[in-house]
């Protein structure tokens, strides 16, 4: 078996610590790699597979920014990479599950081509459980980092070429921001700019402020230069990124605020503005001014429930209560009538009772999703509701599941009819998955539309009379011909 060097371990305790940093960002000054990864790379695949939300899509582009500037190349044969990489999310048990899956086919090409470097990164490495056991029963697993140290690929990847010994490398605290990473992005018309990192809100529930530590704001300055460049490249749409948006700003010295960035990027003309996740606490009624004001900030809002009941709440560590969630769902709907939105909801908190998922039924009815991500709750070690007792059986928690999700399917399904005979503007983005004859895109609301047309629609925004609704897609044809 190789040596494993473990330069650094994930360290709970570590990434539980909030603090004071004494610059937020930094700007990289050379990122330039060296002659012996250029001659490494060149002519050389990479694979990349990413799980769980858009943070992680978006540390994929850019560690495909570091790939590409040795000169590899992407390919989605993973028994053919010379450097294969998974990019791990931590949220819920499944999720983890899905990286022993693809562990276990990776053996084989590991084992079929000595020298491939095996990779392993992302939420999942930030923990110690998942860390240890990637170690000690993934020993073809060569190569791995967390979410705090994407920057540091470069001398990994050679200390881990030259030494032929397993890298394992995991930083706990976050340090600062680093501006001007390498990137390559996967799409060409549709781009996410991240303008928090982390989070300080510890919902009991939730493994992400250890994952991805305290919560960063990127300077609006850069924010802006960013969204710019994207526009001069041709991009239509931005989502602002964020595990809560709403509390942009607040961890830096001037103490800017979400809706006046919303504001300076609205400026910047792009077609296209959304942004997640929003967070019920932290949201200020003048994001709805905003959004009501502004054409190009889509009237589009996710703004995760997770229960409708006080108590529960509470248990959660949410911070808000119903009346206050109502109070923004009441203002949104007065300040941008058409208003799309979406929530998050987790059943089977340890402490639900069926009173309580009542209050969520009620909630969910009240509220109107256009569509929900429901969600049984997964205990994650390390987290507050990990020792959490729950009364209720499986059995109930699968129940109260089947229960939400079949109200939650019949409203999406009630609100999608109602944009049958509508127009809204599509930005088209890419062939239809199942029919190659149809191009597909997104309406303002986040809907994906299909409609009869070829690849010169791509990057186009078109108005489209919608023609059928399949709940969670749309039929329609060109309406401006
Ligand atoms: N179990 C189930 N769902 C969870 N989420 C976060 N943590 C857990 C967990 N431990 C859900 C929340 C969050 C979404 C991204 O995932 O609803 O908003
Ligand atoms: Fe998964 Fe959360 Fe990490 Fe995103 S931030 S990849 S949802 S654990």
């Given at each position: 078996m190789k040596e494993t060097e473990v330069t650094s371990a994930p360290d709970l305790k570590e990434a539980r610590k909030r603090g004071r940093l004494a610059s937020r960002s930094q700007r990289v000054a050379d990122i330039s790699p060296s002659p012996f990864l250029l001659t490494w790379g060149a002519g050389k695949h990479y694979y990349i597979e990413t799980f769980g939300c858009q943070m992680n899509v978006r540390d994929s582009e850019i560690i495909q920014g570091f790939l590409e500037r040795i000169g590899m190349t992407p390919t989605s044969d993973a028994s053919k990479a010379d450097f294969a990489l998974f990019n791990t999310c931590a949220i819920r048990e499944n999720a983890e599950d899905h990286l022993w899956g693809e562990l276990g086919h990776m053996k084989q090409y590991a084992q079929a081509r000595p020298g491939m470097i095996v990779a392993v990164c992302g939420c999942m490495m930030q923990l110690e459980v998942p860390f240890r056991i990637v170690r000690e029963r993934y020993p073809f697993v060569n190569l791995v980092f967390g979410t705090n140290n994407v920057d540091a690929i470069y001398p990994l990847l050679e200390d881990c070429i030259k030494s032929r010994h397993r890298v394992l490398n995991v930083v706990s605290n976050p340090g600062a921001i680093l501006e001007g990473l390498p990137s390559k992005r996967m799409e060409p018309h549709r781009a996410f700019v991240n303008i928090t990192y982390g989070c300080?809100?510890?919902?009991?529930?939730?493994i992400v402020p250890f994952t991805r530590g305290m919560q960063r704001s990127r300077r609006h300055e850069e924010v802006i230069a960013e969204v710019r460049d994207l526009v001069r490249h041709g991009y239509k749409e931005v989502t602002l990124l964020g595990q809560n948006v709403s509390s942009y700003g607040a961890d830096l010295e001037d103490n800017p605020d979400f809706a006046g960035l919303l504001r300076e990027v609205s400026d910047t003309g792009i077609a296209r503005i959304r942004f997640m996740t929003s967070h019920p606490h932290d949201f200020t009624d003048e994001v709805f001014d905003v959004m009501a004001e502004r054409p190009n900030v889509m009237p589009y809002l996710h703004l995760p429930?997770?229960?409708?009941?006080d108590h529960v709440l509470k248990l959660m560590n949410r911070s808000y209560d119903m009346a206050k969630y109502m109070h923004l769902v009441d203002l949104v709907k007065a300040k941008v009538p058409d208003i799309a939105l979406t929530t998050d909801i987790i059943v089977g908190f340890p402490g639900e009772t069926e009173e309580d998922f009542q209050q969520t039924l009620k909630a969910v009815r009240d509220c109107q999703y256009d569509s929900c991500f429901t969600f049984i709750f997964s205990p994650r070690p390390g987290t507050p509701a990990y020792k959490m007792k729950n009364n209720a059986s499986p059995e109930e928690i699968q129940d109260r599941f089947n229960r939400l999700v079949e109200l939650t399917e019949s409203i999406t399904a009630e609100r999608a009819q109602r944009m049958v005979g509508k127009t809204v503007e599509v930005l088209f983005l890419y062939p239809s998955r199942k029919d190659k004859t149809m191009m597909s895109g997104y309406d303002p609301y986040q809907h994906l539309v299909h409609v009869k047309g070829d690849e010169s629609l791509a990057g186009q925004i078109r108005r489209v009379k919608i023609t059928a609704s399949h709940a969670h897609s749309f039929l329609g044809e060109l309406a401006d011909e």
């Open positions: 300080d809100k510890f919902c009991t529930y939730c429930i997770q229960s409708g009941s």
